[in-house]
């Protein structure tokens, strides 16, 4: 069951989330036209932007282990830390084949930012601790 979340996911009604552990609100929308499609993550006056394949993508893998699975979270110039949606979402053997994020520089916080998307479209179920939280898919 999908939680409660403002906004349609679109660039003119965007979600309105917090990060897991629900220090920090941002704006989050499907760009389908964009070139490649993307998953538009606003963060104050910071745009980050995704494959927008990583939705469907890291559900099939999350519920592919069938178990929940740390975020990970991490700048892009920090190590992810191993076995993590963070460290899958870099990986070369992802659908993509390496990084979803798609601007150098802002291409991490793939654990942080993207995993509360799949919890507002009912996908996965997501902890909201203070620290080390995971997700599992539904």
Not at 59 to 87: F, I, S, Y
Not at 108 to 113: D, E, L, N, Q, W
């Amino acid at each position: 069951m999908a939680v409660e979340v403002e906004g349609a996911g679109t660039r003119e009604d965007p979600w309105v989330l917090a990060t897991p552990p629900g220090t920090s609100e941002y704006e989050a929308y499907r760009d389908p036209d964009a070139e490649p499609p993307a998953l538009v993550v606003q963060v104050g006056t910071t745009q980050l932007r995704y494959h927008l394949s990583c939705i469907d993508d890291l559900h099939a893998m999350l519920a592919e282990r069938g178990d929940w699975v740390l975020l990970g979270n991490a700048d892009e110039q920090k190590e992810a830390k191993p076995d993590t949606v963070e460290a899958w979402g870099r990986s070369a053997a992802n659908p993509v084949g390496g990084w979803y994020g798609l601007k150098k520089g802002l291409r991490g916080r793939f654990g942080s930012y993207v995993p509360p998307v799949l919890e507002a479209l009912g996908l996965a179920e997501v902890e909201h601790a203070a620290r080390n939280n995971r997700m599992r898919a539904i």
